[in-house]
């Protein structure tokens, strides 16, 4: 085990990385920071990595990521590791459902496990008087679940009403199929739920078999803020098991411009999620995407809330994202609309994208962009469990720790004629993918798009 100690100032998240796109490191790269940091990298030969910020706070965070999530699963497995994540804090370590309940209430914090398409991780926000408890939660939720047949049984039924919940919210089933239909069959377009079929008949020797693979020390990522001390983690994480399963790379990604429509009878609104092409997370030009992103419907003072919200009163929301993925990337842009006014809203949707593709954001717009994403960045790291995050996203994506001054400097440099020419290329028309969900004979797309429909 080795370790490298530097100094270093306080990180923040990227505005841009998104967790539920968060590519696989670096295998087990030892992170050198700054002199002058209050900072430390450790990474274990061969068995993970460990980054500690150590701050005098209150409040401590840690959190344990590993690299293994939804997209990394067969079709046959669909659904597992967020199966896998309900059961990882219910019994673990020889503590009981009730022992764990008491102990996550008695933290008095954060105590939170989640699944995205390429990590599963464990996380916690507790007084740092607490944070050895909460670590030891944390890696024995990881490394040492219990799986009974009761618990599996009972939590299959919990996700069962998850999916029940997502089918019911039409916003989340035009997203859904928007990046089916631009990414097909490829694995980061499949639900992190996965497949209700699969999840439904998974057994507990399926659950253990897959756990034993996947979850292991040299697959894992562990960062930890606020008064810690270097041995505090060592020493716990050094006894771990290991992952049986090598790297887990994802095929590329094909882009298919097609568009999906759903009817359904209970809806009065018409939701529209369209996408196109983005860049993968470890591009050099994200940070122009990002700013083009924020001018485009990242804010009040975006050009799509502006126009479609301000000025026509069509919608109620109206926005824009971007997803970052190991191998792909998309841009979002999606907004709801009273049935009657869906045509209108289509149709001032596409005069701004065009607008925009066609160079015409004044220079003031993209100053605009560029200060909300610097204040972003100074609220993003307010916090002990935000710098958490913001270590794992940069480290998972980037295979680097946060920097403020660096994130700061990449969106100050992004130029207006750097955005313009990143919307020309991004906001192509022919490449749009997407999906409609609404009434009947509501959910349509106009025209010029009929084509595309599957």
């Given amino acids: 085990m080795q370790s490298i100690f530097a100094e270093g100032r306080g990180t923040c998240p990227r505005f841009f990385v998104c967790s539920a796109f968060h590519r696989q490191a670096p295998q087990f790269p030892v992170v050198v920071s700054q002199a002058g940091d209050l900072y430390t990298s450790t990474s274990m030969e061969g068995e993970g990595t460990v980054i500690v910020e150590r701050c005098e706070t209150p409040t401590a965070a840690v959190g344990l990521w590993v690299r293994s999530g939804s997209a990394h699963e067969s079709k046959e497995l669909a659904g597992i590791t967020h199966l896998l994540e309900h059961l990882l804090l219910r019994r673990c370590g020889g503590r009981t459902p009730e022992t764990i309940a008491e102990l996550i209430d008695s933290l008095g914090g954060d105590v939170n496990a989640y699944t995205t398409r390429e990590t599963c991780a464990v996380v916690a926000h507790v007084p740092a008087t607490r944070r050895q408890e909460a670590l030891e939660l944390v890696l024995d939720a990881i490394f040492h679940p219990t799986f009974t047949e009761e618990d599996v049984r009972l939590e299959q039924k919990v996700v069962a009403a998850e999916f029940d919940l997502y089918r019911d919210s039409p916003a989340e089933t035009a997203a859904e199929k928007a990046l089916s239909a631009c990414w097909g069959d490829h694995p980061l377009a499949r639900p992190i739920l996965g497949d209700p079929s699969v999840v439904g008949s998974l057994s507990r020797e399926a659950l253990f078999?897959?756990?034993?693979?996947?979850?292991?020390?040299?697959?894992?990522?562990v960062v930890a803020v606020g008064p810690w001390e270097e041995a505090e983690l060592e020493e716990l994480l050094?006894?771990?098991?290991?992952?049986?399963?090598?790297?887990?790379?994802?095929p590329p990604a094909v882009w298919q411009p097609r568009l999906t429509?759903?009817?359904?009878?209970?809806?009065?609104?018409?939701?529209?999620?369209?996408?196109?092409?983005?860049?993968?997370?470890?591009?050099?030009?994200?940070?122009v995407l990002e700013v083009l992103n924020q001018v485009l419907g990242g804010g009040a003072a975006s050009r799509l809330f502006r126009t479609l919200r301000d000025q026509l009163g069509l919608v109620y929301e109206v926005g824009s994202s971007l997803l970052a993925a190991q191998v792909a990337g998309a841009l979002e842009v999606s907004f709801s609309a009273p049935a009657g006014r869906g045509q209108q809203a289509w149709d001032a949707l596409l005069s701004v994208l065009e607008d925009v593709a066609s160079g015409r954001l004044s220079d003031r717009e993209v100053e605009l962009a560029k200060q909300a994403l610097t204040a972003s960045i100074v609220l993003g790291a307010s916090s002990p469990d935000a710098l958490m995050e913001a270590h794992a996203g940069e480290f998972l994506s980037r295979g680097r720790r946060f920097s403020q001054k660096e994130v700061e400097a990449e969106i100050r440099e992004v130029s207006p004629e750097q955005v313009r020419a990143m919307a020309a290329r991004v906001l192509d028309l022919s490449l749009l993918a997407g999906a409609v969900c609404g009434p009947p004979g509501q959910a349509v797309v106009p025209p010029v798009l009929a084509r595309r429909v599957a």
């Fill in 261 to 287: 429509a759903e009817e359904r009878a209970s809806l009065e609104q018409v939701y529209v999620h369209v996408v196109f092409p983005g860049l993968p997370e470890d591009s050099p030009e994200l940070p």
């Fill in 209 to 221: 078999s897959f756990h034993r693979a996947r979850f292991g020390r040299n697959r894992a990522l």
């Fill in 238 to 250: 050094s006894s771990k098991p290991q992952a049986l399963d090598g790297d887990l790379p994802l």
